[in-house]
């Protein structure tokens, strides 16, 4: 399906033959228009890329950048609410290099970094966790009153590395080839930890790891179907693994959604304080074991405020009867978020199911949901004119909404 990119475009060639590829950010199943052969993108931990210099022949010092872009979503004593978060962030601040890249990583055209690129790479020696509590403690101080809890939702993590090199004493921009900061110390920067680099971006056979048959997916999927072996894939690192999926048939259904249905227990909940979080959780199996219940979150991308709508209906509507395991069929809505992002969001589920608002400050810091288990679950959705209508909930998803999701 044609879309807008979302977010920057990385240069690449098909590894089967060579062709050129312009892949989104995004992206993580490639279809080579030439050859035809369909690979998946893994990669050990997170994906690296590198702005192109003007001059490659130079003696090139790459500077790592972390790059975030995502949903900030937070609690009060308000309730919840969200903020768009799309930052870089310098991750080697002793070379003096600029502390962010501005909109350079979107305006241009990127490549994956990969060992066999020309240069220096500096290795990451502030930690990504930094750069979060970093944006946090900003956006904190321009709420103006205490966040009870953060969670991340739809967030891109990933290292953008930038083209530098020493002439007469300075730390020169490697692409635009003009001083970027003051005089820089050379023996800081000869002290800095980097050089060539192991790691690298696999391509591999979109095939079902237990039959070999082909994976059914989109581009931008996180969860690739095998319709052979009625099985669903996630990537983990650089292999694939499988997840329990469900689904409820319904013969009139337009579309299906995926949703992860997470169990979890619940440290430090007392359920006879509200009657909505005393609605999901069960009794303790055993004396001193902590109430569990079952949370529902989207499974795809969608606005910040409809996903906790519909994380908050679902869960609150217990839905059981009817599922059974199984692929939904063709026309089902691709995984966009992946389960570790749903299982951070539950305490905010949580803060939206708890009544009254009044108690939030004093219940929630307490809870500690944990998450033992989760899988996919596809549910039907009726069409109408401008909505999608799942009819055993209730709870709606506008088309328009749903259509724009995929540039979140």
Request: glycine share 8%; net charge positive.
């Amino acid at each position: 399906s044609v879309r807008a990119p979302a977010g920057f475009q990385i240069e690449h060639q098909c590894p089967q033959c060579g062709a050129p590829a312009c892949l989104d950010e995004t992206d993580r199943l490639y279809a080579c228009p030439y050859c035809r052969v369909r690979s998946l993108l893994l990669t050990r931990d997170v994906f690296r890329y590198a702005l192109p210099p003007k001059t490659p022949s130079r003696k090139l010092i790459y500077v790592p950048y972390w790059r975030f872009k995502g949903v900030l979503l937070f609690t009060t004593a308000g309730g919840n609410d969200y903020k768009f978060v799309d930052v870089t962030q310098c991750a080697a601040p002793a070379t003096s290099a600029p502390q962010t890249l501005g909109v350079r990583a979107q305006a241009m055209k990127l490549r994956f970094a990969a060992p066999e690129c020309a240069g220096v790479f500096v290795a990451p020696e502030v930690p990504f966790a930094s750069v979060v509590r970093g944006v946090q403690q900003r956006f904190g101080r321009e709420l103006g009153k205490p966040m009870l809890y953060q969670a991340h939702l739809g967030e891109s993590v990933g290292l953008i590395y930038a083209p530098f090199y020493l002439a007469g004493g300075r730390l020169c921009d490697g692409v635009l080839e003009k001083p970027a900061a003051a005089p820089a110390d050379e023996s800081a920067l000869s002290a800095l930890k980097g050089g060539r680099q192991d790691w690298k971006v696999r391509f591999v056979a979109a095939l079902c790891p237990d039959c070999g048959w082909d994976l059914e997916g989109e581009r931008d999927a996180l969860a690739l179907l095998c319709r052979n072996c009625s099985s669903a894939w996630t990537p983990s690192g650089e292999r694939l693994t499988r997840v329990e999926a469900d689904c409820l048939p319904d013969p009139g259904a337009e579309l299906y959604l995926p949703f992860w249905r997470i169990r979890c227990e619940l440290d430090g909940l007392a359920p006879s304080g509200s009657p909505e979080l005393a609605r999901i959780a069960e009794t303790p199996a055993a004396p001193g074991k902590a109430p569990a219940a079952e949370f529902w979150a989207p499974a795809f991308k969608v606005r910040p405020q409809v996903y906790l709508r519909l994380a908050v209906g679902l869960t609150l509507g217990r839905m059981q009867g009817g599922l059974e395991a199984g692929l939904p069929p063709a026309g089902h809505h691709p995984v966009g978020l992946p389960a570790e992002e749903a299982c951070e969001s539950v305490k905010t589920v949580l803060a939206g199911l708890h009544t009254p608002r009044r108690t939030l400050p004093d219940v929630l810091p307490g809870l500690t949901p944990r998450a033992t288990h989760f899988h996919l679950a596809y549910l039907p959705f009726h069409g109408d004119v401008h909505d999608y209508v799942q009819p055993h909930i209730g709870l709606s998803v506008g088309r328009s909404v749903l259509a724009q999701s995929r540039n979140l």
